[in-house]
């Protein structure tokens, strides 16, 4: 059991997202829609970000659905005529987490290096709640010192 995954406790994280559907390495369109928007709309400029819905092992890059986000705070409201944008809440729990360090074109192998551990009870990662949050922003960050934390429900 060398591939132990670390296991964080998280407050729940509330954000403003859109949807993507498609390859997960094309959501960067959808990130552009919702940072602009939150610049239109004077919401403070938070986290960036991703949850993964789909395994994409099992379903089609086509077919993958995803959310582009931005973190806000626990009590921002959206307006009420926005369909494109909505709230969605990570709930608060035990989440088993990787720091990758680098370039976003290497998170398919650090998804895959983090699905093939186990929790600190040996027993696999379970399927679940998918997301990352990047800590640093890709405009002004050189990419080999992109951080992103990624994080699958661990109970």
Not at 122 to 148: A, S
Request: hydrophobic share 35%; proline share 12%; charged share 20%.
């Amino acid at each position: 059991m060398s591939n132990v995954a670390a296991v964080v406790e998280l407050a729940e994280i509330r954000l403003i997202a859109v949807e993507h559907k498609g390859p997960y390495h094309l959501i960067g369109s959808a990130f552009d829609r919702i940072f602009t928007w939150a610049h239109q709309h004077g919401v403070p400029i938070g986290r960036g970000i991703g949850i993964y819905n789909d395994d994409p092992r099992e379903v089609a890059p086509e077919d993958l659905r995803s959310l582009a986000g931005m973190q806000v705070p626990a009590d921002y409201q959206l307006p009420e005529s926005e369909p494109e944008v909505r709230i969605e809440v990570i709930p608060a729990g035990p989440y088993a987490t990787h720091t990758h360090i680098g370039p976003y074109e290497g998170l398919p192998a650090a998804w895959q290096t983090f699905m093939a551990q186990t929790l600190p009870n040996g027993e696999p990662l379970p399927p679940g709640i998918c997301f990352e949050i990047y800590e640093n922003d890709p405009d002004t960050t050189p990419p080999d010192q992109l951080i992103t934390g990624i994080y699958n429900a661990a109970y």
